[in-house]
């Protein structure tokens, strides 16, 4: 049983449902003699024919041998420490913009500090500097370092302006 | 086993990458992989679907590492074993095919080349993209009608050898 010219013609042309296409393309697949007319539908297809292969360098096959025996490249974990590390550089670094910029209304500052200390955690997250676990860590007590620089400033606040609201 | 697999693997690179060299690097890295990855190739599906999946990875990932512009040299598609003019003729389609296909989306060309360079059947296409074959029968129609439309708009580039031939055959 072979495809019928007509199918075969909305076949090659893209005319056919996708369901129906993948119907066509197993017995295709199967069928070398329905797979030679639909080839000879094709209207590139003395276009493809004229295509020639592109020449493989001679050396190849040797080069590769010889990447296949090279020690693989060492791939460098990070350790528990140099994580922690930065997660503290990403909380203090949270801390120090609310300290730089401690003037500006207080809550505004706080988000941009927390905006940007977890805009670098997930840099750090999406550059696989860091487990998502150290990341965390460090968000956590960028927050609680906020929360105390918040209170603290409030404190400074009464203390030192006691007629601001 | 590289013997056999580095041709079909380097030749469907290139025509990916259009760049030889990023063709290169990235067949060898494509082997490599492959050696490396032995172990996790599960014999139920076929070597050489496993094998160009890794390959059309790899070129996703040169393409991506490298914006390429470099064209392959004309030394890649001339073979003179006709006659002058029909050589033309034939050279003639073989750029305009060479140039349409480098103006397809990677997603289109892929298909393409695995298909009419590779002689992949559909059902390997479909294992090879690890997509349902329906997806990919959409994918090639959609290839080959946006092939058809750039083939027939392209613009040959000035073939200093072409004019050579013929300007040759008519003195």
Known sequence: MHVHDDLLRRFVDGALDDEVAASVAIHLDSCSRCATRAATLEPLALAFAAVDDPIVPAELPHDILTAIHAPPVPVIEPTLGAELGLALALAAAAALLVVLTGDGPALMVDAAAAMGGASAAFGALSLDLVEPGAALLGLSLGAALLMALGATRDLLGRVFSPGRV | MIQRYTPSVYRFCA??????????????????????????????????????????????????????TTELGDRDLADTRSSPLEETSRQERAERLHEALGQLPPMYREVLVLYHFEHFKYQEIAETLELPLGTVMNRIFRARRRLRELYEAAELPEAPGVHGVVAGAGG
Not at chain 2, 15 to 31: F, K, S, V, Y
Not at chain 2, 41 to 65: H, L
């Open chain 2, 15 to 68: 025509r990916m990458l259009r760049d030889d060299e990023d063709a290169r690097d990235a067949a060898q890295n494509t082997l490599v992989k492959v050696i490396r990855n032995l172990h996790r190739y599960d014999p139920e599906r076929k070597f050489s679907t496993w094998v160009f999946g890794i390959a059309r990875n790899t070129a996703i990932d040169e393409q991506r590492r490298r914006r390429f």
